[in-house]
């Protein structure tokens, strides 16, 4: 086999120098404002506040029977006694299957919930979905 001639091998280097030398240029400069902007004249920025009442765990287990159940902690940052509703929704293929659970949470603590469902929990496993969420 031969080899390539010298004026094709150097053709081929200077392409190759040609077309790296845009990638081996300057690194990319910042872009965008170096602050964010001023707020409105008159309406000072607020940070949202956080709701006093939120679910903070779940979790869920086969009862005895093989049926699927539900459970969890809704939790309160306020200073009073507060009533929750926790809906679950489990969603099995194109069924979905919802219940409400009311819990009265006491001021800066929790309260445990827990929902079953006449749904196995083997076959949720494999192809359910899972919502928990305050209403």
């Known amino acids: 086999m031969k080899s390539p001639r010298p004026t094709t091998r150097r053709a ?16 990319p400069s ?4 170096r602050r964010p902007p001023a707020p409105p004249e008159g309406q000072p920025r607020d940070t949202p506040a956080q709701p006093n009442l939120y679910v903070s765990t ?18 309160n940052r306020g200073g009073a006694e507060r009533l ?24 800066d603590g929790a309260a445990e919930f827990s929902v079953t469902f006449e749904v196995s929990a083997e076959e949720f496993e494999r192809a359910g979905g899972l919502d928990v969420t305050l209403v």
Not at 30 to 33: E, V, W
Not at 59 to 75: C, K, M
């Open 12 to 27: 081929l280097l200077g392409l190759l120098v040609g077309l790296s030398s845009g990638c081996l240029g300057s690194p």
């Open 30 to 33: 910042a872009t965008g404002p």
């Open 58 to 75: 779940f979790d869920y287990e086969a009862t005895d029977g093989g049926s699927l159940r539900v459970f969890g902690e809704v939790g």
């Open 84 to 107: 929750a509703t926790v809906r679950v929704r489990v969603r099995m293929g194109e069924e979905t299957y919802t219940e409400d659970r009311s819990v009265t949470v006491p001021a």
